[in-house]
């Protein structure tokens, strides 16, 4: 898949994700995709949170990984 589909593919799906972020007060942004790893940012309420990583693992990058077939992690920048 050519890298601007890609990066078109994991944008909509941090949007349907966004919402779920934003009802603890946190908020999602995308950074950037490079070689296969997508970098956001968590922001609001997900700064300093105790379970930022988890909802970055467990959360964003568990349903990145299974939507878009050529990511292979993600990245808090």
Do not use: N, W
């Not at 890298?3 to 078109?8: C, D, F, L, R, T």
């Not at 995308?30 to 968590?42: A, H, N, S, T």
């Not at 990058?61 to 920048?77: K, M, R, S, T, Y």
Request: glycine residues 10%; proline residues 3%; hydrophobic residues 40%.
């Amino acid at each position: 898949m050519e890298e601007k589909q890609i990066e078109a593919q994991v944008k909509r799906t941090l949007e349907k994700i966004r919402p779920y972020i934003q009802r603890d007060g946190g908020d999602i942004r995308f950074v950037k995709y490079q070689d296969g790893i997508v970098y956001v940012e968590l922001q609001g309420a997900c700064v300093g949170c105790i379970a930022m990583d988890s909802t970055l693992t467990d959360g964003v990058e568990a349903i990145l990984l299974e939507e878009v077939p050529d990511i292979i992690g993600v990245e808090h920048i």
